[in-house]
């Protein structure tokens, strides 16, 4: 797998951008390959859960993460475009309550790693949006929280959109000073 990395703001989060072989067919690409995630990212991780959403313009989901089992996320767009955060909640970090925001979509075919100890959202920018990811522990009701996507100390720049969709545990998440956040 030939496979760019590249830095974000928050040295922990990274663009991955895999190489895409396209001729008048179509393209082809390998989209994960463990061994060659390791040696691009330095990140040896077990993915033990893959999920995949369908969403329509606006929706925002997010901003979630875990307590306890604590998830690392690969992400990516294989549909239409989305705007995607990922949030700093451990304390301990120097970039605690930093943000990073990234377009994916299916043109770009761009992935974003997200390790654990960090808040994860998303906003579809098209008409519609299918995201996939890959999560190193499993999805537990119990332990999962959200966080405000509108918190003012955050202030997360979102595409400016006509109309936001958002469930109704997105919509009433605790900002950053009210949240449970890793140490």
Known sequence: MNLTVTATTLP???????KVFGDERGFFMESFNASAFEEATGVKRIFVQDNHSRSVRGVLRGL???IQHPQGKLVRVVTGEVFD???????SSPNFGKWVGVHLSAENKRQLWIPEGFAHGFVVVSDHAEFLY??????????ERSLSWQDPVLNIKWPNLPELLLSEKDRNAPALADAEIFP
């Open 64 to 66: 979630h993460f875990q």
């Open 85 to 91: 955060v990922a949030v700093d909640l451990r304390r």
């Open 134 to 143: 890959k999560t190193t522990d499993y999805w537990y009701k119990e332990h």
């Open 12 to 18: 922990d989060v990274l663009i991955l951008e895999p």
